[in-house]
């Protein structure tokens, strides 16, 4: 079975371990994974994942060109494992010429954090990377929702949407992590967004996480574990518990993803 998990971020190992504490701490959860590319090699092929689509987050736009190099360097050491976003912040002074060299990567998206990044999801900085990304068809992978900060608010990216509508989105933790239940009354139906189950199948039970799949519908949902946030053999359980068809399952786990990457067949 191919599963591929569209949420995984790494670090550089001397700075892994303070990065994943960080996190721990700006989320109050506990991490038992230290972020690093070795550790994810080794618990997905435990969890039986394909591969992963890896990145991680520039809290600052003078840390944007070295995380990228790093994640860069990651998928060329790892090309059967790894497929990789990039880091962007919308103060970046140079923004377009990053943009060109992730694609030059070979990089199909940018994966951005709002709250740790602190921007508005509907800033006038944002929406210029929203059009340049668009303009270049990079794919936006963003943290979505948290009840203490009014940054990636659901209603937030639909007006970013609204003003970039070909820009196509991933709305992470179900386009709204700890308002998972509201999130979707915002995204759902819009063509160009989708969602990943990362840091969400803890939280819902089965059949209530079932109900939010089918309100964006199956097609429009991807697998993803957030590592290191979870485990990825903890969370591919979580994932098998959810009562969903097999050809649901099939589709979240790896053909939707690979249908907005242009790797299957639409």
């Known amino acids: 079975m191919t599963i591929i998990d569209t949420h995984a971020h790494i670090y550089p190992d001397k700075i892994a371990l303070r990065a994943v504490a960080s996190i721990g701490d700006f989320y109050d959860i506990p991490m038992g994974l230290d972020g690093t590319v070795d550790t994810l090699l080794k618990v997905g092929e435990e969890a039986g994942i394909s591969r992963h689509l890896v990145h991680s987050v520039a809290l600052t736009w003078e840390r944007v060109h070295s995380i990228n190099d790093f994640i860069h360097a990651s998928v060329e050491a ?6 990789g976003f990039g880091a962007m912040h919308p103060d970046h002074p140079e923004m377009d010429k990053e943009l060109d060299r992730l694609m030059s990567f070979g990089f199909r998206g ?3 954090h709002p709250d740790t990044q602190r921007f508005c999801l509907d800033d ?3 929406i210029r990377l929203f059009e340049a990304m668009a303009e270049r068809g990079l794919i936006l992978l963003c943290h979505m929702g948290d009840y203490r900060y009014p940054y990636s608010e659901p209603e937030r990216m639909a007006r970013a949407l609204d003003r970039v509508p070909e820009l196509k989105m991933i709305g992470a933790h179900f386009g709204g992590w700890s308002i998972w239940r509201d999130a979707w009354k915002t995204l759902a139906g819009r063509e160009n ?6 840091s969400s199948l803890y939280a819902l039970e089965p059949r209530e996480a079932v109900d939010i799949i089918h309100r964006y519908g199956a097609e429009k949902v991807f697998f993803a574990t ?3 946030m979870w485990n990825p053999v903890e969370e591919l359980a979580r994932f098998h518990a959810l009562p969903l068809t097999e050809a649901e399952r099939d589709m979240i786990l790896h053909r939707n993803f690979e249908r907005l990457i242009g790797e299957a067949p639409a």
């Open 110 to 112: 940018v994966k951005l």
């Open 124 to 126: 006038p900085a944002a």
């Open 193 to 198: 967004v989708f969602v990943d189950s990362s």
């Open 78 to 83: 790892h090309p059967d494992r790894f497929i």
């Open 226 to 228: 957030d590592y290191p």
